[in-house]
Nanobody, 121 residues
Framework: QLVETGGGLVQPGGSLRLSCGAS????????RGWFRQAPGKGREGVAC???????NYLDSVKDRFTISRDSGKNTVDLQMDNVQPEDAGVYYC?????????????????WGQGTQVIVSS
């Protein structure tokens, strides 16, 4: 139901754009979140956007990442600029009924399979 695309290798300071497509999700689950998980670490909420356009970010990405929604395409993108080594990991798209200031995995019942982001020079 959720499919992430756009992962890959990026150099430190570079940019990458992830996209999340959705199908067969009912309207209440219109909020989207992006999460990441580095090896040996828990899943961390990076950004979320509600159906009304409310947006929240993890503090460490606030000035570098941008989440946006294309309602016509039913996609939610994550534009990652000035990517740093600590941004590496598997990035997941998830669906929920709301986007809260504290982006927690437990709030999201639906998940994609993830896409790998590797940061290396």
């Amino acid at each position: 139901q959720l499919v992430e695309t756009g992962g890959g290798l990026v150099q430190p300071g570079g940019s990458l754009r992830l996209s999340c497509g959705a199908s067969q999700l009912t309207r209440p689950y219109s909020a989207r979140g992006w999460f990441r998980q580095a090896p040996g670490k828990g899943r961390e909420g990076v950004a979320c956007i509600s159906n009304s356009g409310r947006i929240n970010y993890l503090d460490s990405v606030k000035d570098r990442f941008t989440i946006s929604r294309d309602s016509g395409k039913n996609t939610v993108d994550l534009q990652m600029d000035n990517v740093q080594p600590e941004d590496a990991g598997v990035y997941y798209c998830a669906a929920s009924t709301y986007c809260s200031a504290h982006i927690l995995a437990a709030q999201y019942p639906y998940w994609g399979q993830g896409t790998q982001v590797i940061v290396s020079s």
